[in-house]
């Protein structure tokens, strides 16, 4: 066994989640007021920009705020065309790009502040005996278009909209105005500003409603459901598209076994039946958060894998899995422990 | 095992670079606009009221006014109540760097303030001194591009009296009303204890405070917004970031030091649960948690049901 394999990844996945929550939601408070300016003009990819203490702020506020005062306006001026539009949008892309052709989805299943949180609760789920609800193949497929049309519809042509002057001044920051991180991360920081609904005007409040709905709704479903919100995020959508790109992927080799068993498809906290029926390129799915649980829970040597451009970061075999399901199933339950056998028992 | 947040450390460097590139063509290294930027901004500025209250006469305290939306590379800025030639900029320096400081010259009261070097954002300080050098009026200006932190730019301070923020609001958050925040009263840079500092807004509140032994005062701003029907109107419609002008300022009556008086004038915004209802939200939170209760409920099997 290697050095590696002693550690469960999940335990090693945990411990950089919960870093980068504590990192993301209070560093601001313990490593100084500016830090958020500071670490977003590194790296604008991370936590809400609503909350005044974290220390980043999301990819997506300069993404919409670009394609609304930019693109938009811009369009309606029809001046500098190049100069004033194109370009910072590019370079909006280029900087959130040169991150995710690193981290990728690795992003969502290690970092992102709302993903930790929706597992904390699952694991509490588990803890409070409540059922497990799966999305089976034929129904998950009807989820799956839903961050397709939150990015396209929020991050993009609403923003676009508002900058045309056809769509409120809510709508300038659509996603930002209905992502329940918003409330989530403003909330762990002791502000309920941000679960409070505008009711200045129409827009506001539906999209503030739709906010505090979805809040409500994901912080309980999270108990059955595994990563609620992430099905419908539009960071998964817009990783999903660089993925092929990525440095960080998941590969899968064909194996013989592999069609009667599925135990990797019981461990995706995605419900990606693909893992588990493809092989290659196909089984890096869109849907992945790259968390690893796949390779964790599959009985064969070095069929799935994590990699980091030709490095095999993390490879399935089977003494880590005979070791990893005895604490926990690959559904997220805990493992029973079996009674040690008494002498002379039958 | 930590591959993930080493690969988040390594890429820094490279995504720096793109973040700072964050937008046109890298200008010259000067904190004056050119007379056609300048031109440009003043003519944005006439249309672009969009988005704040403008008020005048409401203080007999010098004032620098800003520009609207005046553009991301130039901030136009208008000095009210000083006879002065020209502006001093401070923008804000890496650790441990020196502080640039660039003297801009005014005509007819006006100058075009413009980001720094490859497009340096964040916070930048801008003074006007009186020709007389008696008096002296400053404020900040915002560029969206990243930039560093404001700590060794609010550390400097000016020569003779100054009256500056301790601390600046990071770049999503503002001054907002019912929000206490931190100014320092410093003579030549050192503080100024015991010292009486005047807020005035544009709503015409008025409130007294003096400095503590370090030469800070925490002032409170007012809730004195009109009524959400009254700023629409104001604004033509446009009634979101609608913001008041304030001016802090304090004066010495002595011989001895230069600058006898000093203001800093900058905006608020409302509260921070203005037109906002918590109540609604909690509601709207409740009822999406009442939805999501039939998926976490145990389905009673019929071994189990019976």
Known sequence: MKFWQTIPLGRVRLGVQLFMLVFLLYGGSILGHYLADRVSGALPALACAYDGETADHCVLVPMQHQIHHQVGEGLVRMQEFAVKMVIPLFFTLLTFFTMFVVLNKAFCGWICPLGTVQELIYRLGRWLGRPVKRLMPGKVEKVRPAKWLMLVGLVFALPLATGLGVAPHAAGDAFCEVCPSRVLTTLATGEAEELAVNTSGWADLALGAIRSFLFGFIIIAALAVRQPFCRICPMLALHATFRRLALTRLTKKPHAKCEKCGICHKACPMDIHEIWKKDGSKAFHEDCILCGRCAEYCPDDGVIAIKFGPLAVFESSRNYYKARVKTEKPDGSRAKRRAPRREGSS | ?306
């Open chain 2, 1 to 306: 095992m930590f591959l993930p947040v080493r690969v988040h450390l390594c890429v820094l460097p490279l995504a720096l670079v793109a973040g700072l590139s964050t937008s046109h063509a890298a200008p010259p290294d000067t904190a004056s606009a050119s007379a056609a930027e300048s031109d440009q901004a003043a003519r944005e500025d006439a249309h672009a009221h969009h988005g704040h209250s403008m008020q005048d006469n409401w203080t007999e305290q010098p004032l620098l006014r800003k520009a609207r939306n005046a553009n991301r590379r130039v901030k136009l800025l208008r000095v009210d109540g000083l006879v002065a030639s020209q502006l001093t900029v401070q923008p804000p320096t890496e650790a441990g760097e020196p502080t640039q400081t660039k003297q801009i010259p005014l005509t007819d009261g006006k100058a075009g303030v413009r980001v720094l070097g490859k497009l340096q954002g964040g916070w930048y300080r801008v003074s006007a001194r009186a020709d007389d050098r008696e008096n002296r009026a400053s404020t900040l200006v915002y560029f969206g591009n990243p930039g560093p932190a404001p700590r060794d730019m609010l550390k400097a301070s000016l020569p003779g009296l100054d009256i500056s923020p301790a601390i600046l609001p990071t770049e999503h958050q503002h001054y907002r009303a019912g929000e206490t925040w931190p100014f320092m009263v410093r003579m030549s840079g050192d503080p100024v204890a015991n010292q009486s500092v005047r807020l005035e807004t544009s709503a015409g509140s008025a409130e007294t405070y003096i400095s503590d032994a370090e030469g800070v005062v925490h002032v409170t701003f007012p809730d004195d917004f009109p009524p959400p029907e009254q700023r629409e109107k104001a604004m033509g419609g446009h009634h979101h970031r609608f913001s008041q002008q304030f001016v802090l300022s304090t004066h010495i009556e002595s011989d001895q030091h230069l600058a006898q008086k000093a203001s800093f004038n900058y905006e608020y915004r409302p509260g921070a649960y203005d037109q906002k209802s918590l109540w609604l939200g909690s509601g709207f939170a409740l009822l999406g948690m009442l939805a999501a209760v039939p998926l976490v409920r145990q389905r009673k099997t019929k071994e189990s049901g019976k």
